[in-house]
């Protein structure tokens, strides 16, 4: 059992103590108690009295020491793995993947011609378009096209005096043929169809907010559904193959969730053009017309 007298003063200075033992075993035998506890005592009497000032100056340099460990902890790991700041979210969540696909496996595809011409004929005609659907699915997942080719331009520039027809000769320029027109030019969902070697461009037509846009898919017979896509910038510093600058909304993962659902990474064998409506975020309850954007 411990000496209760010994315990008291032990618990004033355990460290003191320890050290004047260690010190102070000259004898092979144990002292008496007693004695000891009287050595302990005057120990811990002479750090408060003699060095008292050396102890806690120490203490202080120890213990900013261990705040500037701590606080070089928190700056470079986000003060834990749990935590990230909001300007990491925003650049960790443009892209992976990385902003550029290799060269298409065959770049003389019909597919692959009538993206590099579509391109090339909406940069021509200065057209701030984005990739859109299935295509932007085709770079992000797939870094390989195959399919319609979709892509999306702002409603209020196509209502501008005179820029669809920009639009329509840039891609007749390119020996595409029109067609389809969906809807009207002054009224949501608006959309135009061009075709070349049986591979079909559709063109569709966005009212972008600052976090999202909204864009109509024609279906027969209910006509336009709105659809949204959460998105919080369009990037134009995009590679694919040898054509560059390609403008693409991100982050990929809420557009391609928005229009696909959560598992959009994982191919879906017999995919139904249908299928937007259970997984996706269109309305499934169609309009003839939508005019109210």
Known sequence: MAHPQ???????GPITALMF?????????????????MRASRSFRDLV???????????????????LLASQYLNDFGAGPMATSRKEEVQCSHPPPASSCPAPLDSTTPHW????????AMKQANVPYQLHAGTLLNFVRDCHL????????????CQENGNEDVLIDAMLAKQFKLKHKFGK???????????????????????????????????????????????????????????TNLRMPVPFDSALTSLYGREWRTPVDNWKWRDIFRIGSCDPKGSKSIVNV
């Open 49 to 67: 009295r003699g060095r008292s000032v050396f102890w806690i100056v120490r203490a202080c340099v120890g213990f900013a020491f261990l705040r």
């Open 146 to 157: 195959f399919g319609d080719l979709d892509f999306a331009i702002p409603f209020i520039w």
């Open 113 to 120: 011609r009538n993206f590099e011409d579509t391109v090339t």
């Open 185 to 243: 030019v002054d009224e949501f969902a608006y959309e135009i169809s061009f075709i070349r070697d049986d591979i079909t461009v559709d063109i569709f037509t966005m009212v972008e907010t600052e976090t999202s846009y909204d864009w109509g898919f024609w279906a027969k017979p209910s006509g336009a559904h709105r659809c949204t896509v959460q998105r919080t910038a369009v990037r134009e510093d995009f590679q694919w193959g040898n054509v």
């Open 6 to 12: 010994l315990d008291s003063h032990f618990t004033l």
């Open 21 to 37: 033992l260690a010190s102070r075993h000259q004898r092979a035998e144990i002292r008496p108690l007693r004695t000891l506890h």
